[in-house]
């Protein structure tokens, strides 16, 4: 019998709006079935990676939505050579050519999903192009609220029911996720985008957040433990990055190539001399150092930072990642990075409030129509999958919202204080929050 709580969804869902923009917005979007949805959809997807690699490879087999988004995102890749980046010498971020890229993006993405469920394809071009989900196209910048308008548009494609099984919700962090970061690592080096509200050495990381809690949910019970994944992530032999000039004839990167395999010119186009060493976010083969093959998205993402981040010891540039190394084990770093996206991503009103969000990630109001939509997702014994279903909502007479049914997973903990806001003290505390 399946344990799952239900969260009632809009069937007909409202178009997106940014409403975001207040603190008291922000305040209340926890409160939200579609909030709750979202991130109980994160929770299991967490739950259910654990021990298991990205997925790379032919994806002929996958559902039309996997299949879909792959396409897309390797044509994305692809556009890439028609915007190759502006000769740029004293600018430090932001190339004027992800501006025509981005407009490449705008005209040519809606046609991908015109095989897709009517409801979800106004939510998808919201959150994929309304939202920036590859980067701002005034700004030159590129963050974790892009990063997050990305994965709610995986969280709509579930709602929606345009995957079959809890396999393919599984395939969408495996494989399209993963995917998705390799195309935003290209298109960070290619433009030079600048990191969006970077707390500088004091963060995460510039870029992103959820590989690392996705990834440590993949190290969860395996024998790579959190030092282990960053000695093998500093192996320089570890990760290999091509430039644009180096893609395939389908559009798709060749990782097995290293950096300079496009040149000494492809090389300082992209701001890094040649034979400056590598890294992507799917290597080919084990770690030439310590013959692991890295398959998580946390051993990955570390290596891509030292893209990044040079001329100083991983310690220096990013102290609170490595402090993350000093754990015996995933444990207790993978629930306090649960915690910390609640407060630091989906709680902060300066990361959210450019998403377009309609009644998936949202919820029941008076501007989402009269029928409502049941989502059951996945938290108990693993038989559920999440989906959508007309539902009738007789409340009270005359109130089409229905009830709310609190989920398990969705306790608040959004009011907790980032550990990494402005000092080393924040460092600190999150080593005493996490019982270092």
């Known amino acids: 019998m399946s344990t799952s709580t ?21 305040a209340q979007w926890p409160l939200t079935p579609g909030y709750r949805g979202f991130v109980g959809w994160l929770r299991r997807r967490c739950a259910r990676v654990r021990g298991r690699g990205v997925l790379v490879g032919d994806y002929a087999s996958s559902g039309a939505a996997v299949q879909t988004l792959m396409r897309l995102l390797e044509a994305m890749t ?77 969280w709509c494609v579930v709602v929606s029911g345009w995957t079959a099984d809890e396999d393919e919700e599984d395939e969408l962090v495996l494989r399209v996720f993963a995917r998705y970061l390799e195309l935003t690592t290209l298109l960070q080096m290619t433009y030079r985008l ?28 395996g024998d790579l433990g959190p030092a282990d994944a960053l000695k093998v992530a500093l192996d320089p032999a570890s990760v290999a990055v091509v430039a644009p000039a180096d893609l395939d004839a389908a559009g798709t990167t060749t990782i097995a190539r290293a950096w300079p395999a496009g040149g000494a010119a492809a090389a300082a186009r992209h701001g890094r001399p040649a034979g400056s060493g590598a ?31 040079t001329g100083a010891a991983f310690s220096e540039h990013s102290p609170l990642l ?95 204080a980032a550990p990494w806001a402005a000092s080393r003290a924040r460092v600190d505390e999150a080593n005493r929050q996490w019982g270092a």
């Open 6 to 26: 239900d969260v009632l969804l809009p069937s007909d869902p409202a178009l997106p709006v940014r409403r975001l923009t207040t603190n008291a917005a922000v």
């Open 78 to 154: 692809a556009w890439v050579a028609e915007a190759p980046p502006q000769p740029q010498a004293a600018q430090r971020f932001g190339n004027l050519a992800f501006r025509a890229y981005i407009k490449i993006v705008e005209e040519r993405v809606p046609a991908f999903f015109d095989a897709a469920p009517p409801a979800l394809r106004s939510q998808l071009r919201a959150l994929l192009v309304d939202s920036h989900a590859f980067g701002h196209p005034t700004r030159l910048d590129y963050g974790t609220g892009h990063e997050l308008a990305f994965a709610l548009g995986l």
């Open 194 to 221: 600048e990191p969006a509200g970077s707390h500088g050495v004091w963060g995460l990381d510039d870029y992103s957040f959820l590989p690392y809690l996705f990834g440590s949910a993949q190290l969860l019970d």
């Open 279 to 309: 890294g992507a976010l799917r290597p080919p083969a084990p770690s030439a150092s310590s013959g692991t093959a890295l398959t998580d998205l946390y051993t990955l993402s570390l290596a891509r930072l030292t893209l990044f981040k």
């Open 322 to 416: 490595h402090s993350l190394s000093t754990f015996p084990s995933w444990t207790k770093p993978h629930a306090g990075l649960h915690k910390m996206y609640a407060a630091e991503v989906l709680g902060k009103r300066v990361v959210v409030q450019g998403l377009s969000i309609g009644g998936w990630c949202w919820g029941l109001d008076d501007g989402d129509g009269d029928a409502a939509g049941e989502v059951r997702a996945g938290a108990g014994d693993g038989s559920e999958h999440t989906h959508l279903a007309t539902a009738a909502r007789t409340d009270t007479p005359g109130d089409t919202r229905g009830p709310v049914t609190p989920a398990p997973w969705a306790r608040q903990d959004t009011q907790m």
